[in-house]
């Protein structure tokens, strides 16, 4: 258990829609990294945010969103979704000083049909 | 942040070395080496990391070549609980926090 918690496990949804994935970090981790991961794909790094503020920003969707609230949990906003959006979605956290090790939570599986 | 290159399987038997090589021909003095892991669709897990010198810890060794452009991951003994894709990153120490996954090497420890 990396102490990183993401909701929901599974979420199932048509096209068009709109979800909101929630990751809580561990605690004391400032950092929080969203990640995508389609079937046999690698990672694609989408967003980090550092105690609020966006930090750095990789291969996110215009459609996709995030942010970093005050008690440090992310949430991904996911908009029109399309069928090539299903796939993996992972929250890691870090503690800012030490991020070269990020913690993984166990994942949101997005299916959209 | 440096390309990396890994062989896409491998196999391992039980008990014994499992040898992970990369290839980083491109990386530059600052960009440090990271493995991570990742077993069936879980959350990828940090193994280890280093810049220059061999580094060791509880799960496992990594080699750095001297000119820094390949690495091995040594699991000195491997389990059937080590099956999993296995991830060689190089990373800048800058204000770039992007880690650039590539497709890793799939290894299977076979008993």
């Known amino acids: 258990d990396s102490g990183v918690t993401q909701t929901p496990k599974h979420l199932i949804t048509a096209t068009g829609q709109r979800v909101t994935l929630r990751c809580s970090p561990r605690s004391g981790d400032l950092s929080v990294y969203w990640y995508q991961q389609s079937l046999d794909q690698g990672l694609q790094f989408l967003i980090q945010?550092?105690?609020?503020?966006?930090?750095a920003k990789g291969n996110i969707l215009e459609r996709f969103s995030a942010q970093q609230f005050p008690d440090l949990h992310s949430e991904l906003n996911l908009s029109s979704l399309e069928l090539g959006d299903s796939a993996l979605y992972f929250c890691?956290?870090?503690?800012?000083?030490?991020?070269?090790?990020?913690?993984f939570g166990p994942g949101t599986r997005l299916t959209v049909l | 942040d440096a390309k990396t290159t890994q062989p896409p399987s491998m196999d391992c038997a039980e008990g014994r070395a499992a040898n992970l090589p990369c290839n980083h021909s491109?990386?530059?003095?600052?960009?440090?080496v990271y493995w991570y892991r990742q077993i069936h669709s879980q959350g990828p897990q940090y193994i280890i990391h280093?810049?220059?010198?061999?580094e060791t810890n509880e799960m496992a060794s990594l080699i750095i070549t001297e000119d820094r452009k390949s690495s091995t991951l040594i699991l000195p003994h491997a389990t059937l609980r080590d099956t999993a894709v296995y991830y060689c990153i190089a990373r800048g120490a800058g204000n770039n926090r992007k880690l650039i996954w590539g497709l890793g090497t799939s290894l299977a420890v076979n008993p």
């Open positions: 890691a956290s870090s503690v800012y000083s030490r991020d070269n090790e990020q913690f």
């Open positions: 280093g810049l220059k010198n061999n």
């Open positions: 945010y550092y105690n609020g503020e966006e930090r």
């Open positions: 491109t990386i530059s003095g600052n960009e440090y």
